[in-house]
């Protein structure tokens, strides 16, 4: 089994930009599909973006769209995520997490593996 652990969170200002690493240690990285996910105080884990095995198709949240890019490189067992013009709604803890089924998994359901988050403030 992959076990994801992030990297990359801090404190930023508004407009600025983060880039969030995972790095997925054990199993066989390119089986699966990887996801970003984050949870803000009081809210419930929301779905940011993901990516298919091979990283070709990526989706992600409205709330995100145009400002994310998600991505991965199969040689390092590594998923990352940008997020640029970033906004105070965009604080909370990010997950990174593997899913071995679904092709196009958008749902914390259909994830396997998590890592412990890492978390994100944005300052107004």
């Known amino acids: 089994q992959v076990q994801p652990v992030e990297s990359g969170g801090g404190l930023v200002q508004a407009g600025g930009s983060l880039r969030l690493s995972c790095a997925a240690s054990?199993?066989?990285?390119?089986?699966?599909?990887m996801g970003w996910f984050r949870q803000a105080p009081g809210k419930e884990r929301e779905f940011v973006a993901r990516i298919t095995r091979n990283g070709i198709t990526t989706r992600y949240a409205d709330s995100v769209k145009g400002r994310a890019t998600i991505a991965r490189d199969n040689t390092k067992n590594t998923v990352y995520l940008q997020i640029d013009s970033l906004k105070p709604e965009d604080t909370g803890v990010y997950y990174c997490?593997?899913?071995?089924?679904?092709?196009?998994?958008?749902?914390?359901?259909?994830?396997?593996?998590w890592g412990q988050g890492t978390q994100v403030t944005v300052s107004s």
């Open positions: 054990g199993g066989t990285f390119s089986s699966y599909a």
């Open positions: 997490a593997a899913g071995r089924v679904s092709v196009y998994p958008t749902s914390t359901g259909e994830y396997d593996y």
